[in-house]
């Protein structure tokens, strides 16, 4: 019963531990995994945003390049009478805009076929100056100091203030042309999000008109800056107007995330995560800004990651881990059980014996010895029947005949004495156990009958059952090895009695009688046991 205890408290241990190690296992994978994803996260934000800060440092270094032409700063500057006609007559105010536009024309050409050429493969590398090799801008205006269109290669016919007004459409041009300033700015250009670089063009220290490039920020822009389960999405107040993801479903989606939760508003920070949940998953992520002073306010840009895909596969392996330690766990406890059933083995026999103790088998014998605890239990019991039965102690068995070297002694089988039987004593006829109790008893001599026609020790022998008979002889026999000064050590009733039946199984079959009893006696200075067959 305490075993089956024992081992349903340690099961329940074990999967009270497996379940609890399972659950902070899981914690703290989760935990884990939330901050490398969000350190990813912060990273790729740093990476976006030093992304766009180069990408706008080239586009403006281009700008400033071609702004630095000569032949742009002539062109802008080119004087009225340098158009007049052919008889000398000043040109219209049309017509100077035109000639100017003409003239412009024949510079940016020469940009944009350097860009197209490079664009198509049809120049070599080494042909195409270093600074330009790069894709064509999709972008490319030449403005005067008005902000009025000059000249565009995609459109020849562009310019002229009804054409042209890009001022009116983009006020931070005026700042730039009135500071001397390039800087860079953010276009809804058909409604596509492009970053432009905008550089003054001087003559003669004075701002003359501004050389205008620009890129789109389009989904393939954003596939770049996006990394192993990170997307990237740009937006200009709460819309989302390009993407790495090409499903327009979850670009709609995060639009009204946006709208919202006002996330537009948010400061570029890298110190503030964003978490918000899009079509049932939930999702983090980081703010940043495209440009503080875009003509498109609240423009900027977010990474973000699935954080519930984060999560499961962090955890995945959380479960196997539990199964594994329940199972060592139960590894375990087989060995605990297998050691302490053979450290409690001696405890059973003990409480066995103690059993049999109750039950009248008072010539039980204690036999374990050694460093096990139970062997001083065992040794006080052997003490507590010797003291209940008055035998010796056994201490003083070993000493109880002084001069006979017993220490070393046991007792054993086959010391056991077997005598025969007198043919003169019995005359090799059983005892009637019938005539028990009448004279001229059959196979007892005269001498030795009592006035019942038996001895008392014969009479005993034949009305005793097997139980008292077999407690009584193995006594009779301890006491008078004892007294004989023979060893007892070694000596139980079960290797005694199993002796005597062995013995007494070949006599009943050698006389023909029914059962076969013997007498303990002590004949010359030997202990022996006589048989005495019965019918």
């Known amino acids: 019963m305490f075993q089956s205890k024992a081992t349903g408290a340690l099961l329940t241990l074990f999967a009270l531990v497996s379940v609890m190690s399972y659950l902070q296992l899981s914690n703290a994978q989760e935990e884990q995994a939330v901050a490398d994803a969000t350190e990813r996260l912060r990273i790729a934000h740093r990476a976006a945003g030093q992304g766009r800060a180069l990408n706008d440092f080239a586009l403006a270094a281009r700008a400033a ?57 049809k120049v070599a590398a080494r042909n195409v100056p270093a600074e330009w090799r790069r894709e064509k801008p999709d972008l490319f205006y030449v403005v005067n100091v008005d902000g009025i269109g000059v000249a565009r290669p995609d459109d020849k016919a562009w310019y002229g203030i009804k054409e042209g007004n890009v001022v009116g459409e983009h006020t931070a041009l005026s700042a730039a042309l009135a500071s001397d300033t390039g800087s860079i700015d953010l276009w809804l250009v058909k409604d596509v999000p492009t970053v432009v670089a905008i550089e003054p063009v001087r003559a003669a220290g004075a701002v003359v008109g501004a050389v205008i490039l620009g890129y789109r920020l389009t989904d393939s822009e954003a596939k770049k800056d996006q990394g192993p389960g ?32 006002k996330l537009y508003e948010l400061k570029s920070s890298a110190r503030d995560l964003v978490r918000f949940t899009l079509a049932g998953p939930e999702y983090m992520g980081f703010i940043g800004r495209i440009s503080e002073t875009a003509s498109a306010k609240n423009a900027g840009y977010i990474v973000f990651a699935n954080r519930d895909t984060v999560v499961s596969k962090a955890t995945a392996m959380a479960p196997m881990i539990a199964v594994v330690f329940f199972i060592t766990g139960l590894l375990a406890l087989a060995i605990v059980i297998f050691f302490f059933r053979i450290y409690n083995k001696p405890y059973e026999d003990i409480d066995q014996g103690i059993l049999e103790i109750i039950n009248g088998n008072l010539d039980r014998w204690f036999e374990l010895t050694g460093t096990h605890p139970a062997a001083h239990t065992s040794q006080n019991l052997n003490i507590m029947v010797c003291q209940l039965t008055g035998r010796p102690l056994p201490d003083e068995e070993e000493t109880s005949t002084p001069g006979r070297a017993q220490a070393a002694e046991t007792w054993a089988e086959d010391k056991m004495f077997i005598e025969a039987i007198d043919p003169s004593e019995f005359r090799a006829r059983p005892v009637d156990a019938s005539q028990a109790g009448t004279s001229g008893g059959v196979g007892v001599s005269a001498a030795s ?78 202990v022996s046991l006589k048989p005495v067959p019965i019918t």
Request: hydrophobic fraction near 40%; proline fraction near 4%.
């Open 65 to 121: 390049q071609i702004a630095a032409s000569p032949g742009i700063a002539n062109a802008l500057t080119a004087p009225l009478a340098q158009f007049n006609s052919p008889e000398g007559k000043p040109p219209t105010e049309d017509d100077y805009r035109y000639g100017i536009h003409k003239l412009m024309n024949e510079e940016v050409a020469v940009f944009a076929a350097q860009f197209a050429s490079l664009a198509d493969g």
């Open 230 to 261: 990170i997307e990237v999405a740009y937006f200009i107040g709460d819309r989302i107007r390009q993407s790495s993801s090409v499903d327009t479903g979850r670009e709609s989606a995060l639009s009204a995330v946006f709208k919202a939760g």
């Open 449 to 526: 009958n009592s006035q019942s026609g038996l001895a008392p020790d014969i009479l005993r022998l034949i009305r005793e059952t097997d139980d008292a008979y077999r407690r009584r002889i193995f006594e009779e026999y301890r006491v008078a090895l004892r007294a004989n000064g023979e060893p007892t050590g070694g000596i139980t009733a079960e290797k005694f009695l199993a002796t005597l039946e062995s013995n007494a199984e070949l006599l009943r079959t050698k006389y023909r009688c029914g059962r076969v009893r013997f007498l303990v006696q002590t004949r010359d200075g030997r």
